[in-house]
């Protein structure tokens, strides 16, 4: 129960931090500078990077202790949320999408592909959002 708890307050923790990250990127990417608009860029991307990582963690962790269920990888771990009727079809395929964006922040070269990865996060993030809340439910 312990590593549960610690692996939530990580995810919740990453989880603001990741919002900080997406406010000030909603609020000043705009108007900044090329240099500001390369780190607001990686600073939402990295941060989303986190949050995913954290998420998925935890939902192991979670459904190890709670389910007995051993898995690996966020797929099959999302899979098994789905399964045990933690997560409903539609949010399933949403956080299936979260995934392959999360692959693709790995070939991240420059600004206008950093930008499109940025504005699939935004349009992706609110199935995990929505989990985090439920689980603060349980």
């Known amino acids: 129960m312990e590593r549960i708890k610690k692996r939530y307050h990580s995810l919740i923790l990453s989880h603001e931090a990741f919002m900080r990250a997406l406010e000030l990127y909603q609020s000043k990417f705009s108007h900044a500078q090329k240099a500001e608009r390369e780190a607001y860029l990686a600073s939402i991307i990295k941060h989303f990077e986190l949050l995913y990582e954290m998420l998925w963690k935890f939902l192991k962790a979670y459904l190890m202790e709670e389910y007995g269920i051993e898995t690996i ?4 771990i999302f899979r098994a949320c789905h399964a045990k009727g933690l997560i409903d079809q539609k949010m399933l395929d949403q956080l299936l999408e979260v995934v392959e964006i999360r692959n693709a922040t790995a070939h991240v070269y420059d600004e206008s592909e950093a930008l499109k990865t940025s504005k699939a996060i935004i349009m992706h ?5 929505q989990l985090i809340e439920k689980l603060q439910t349980h």
């Open 125 to 129: 993030y609110e199935p995990m959002k």
């Open 73 to 76: 990888g966020s797929k099959s």
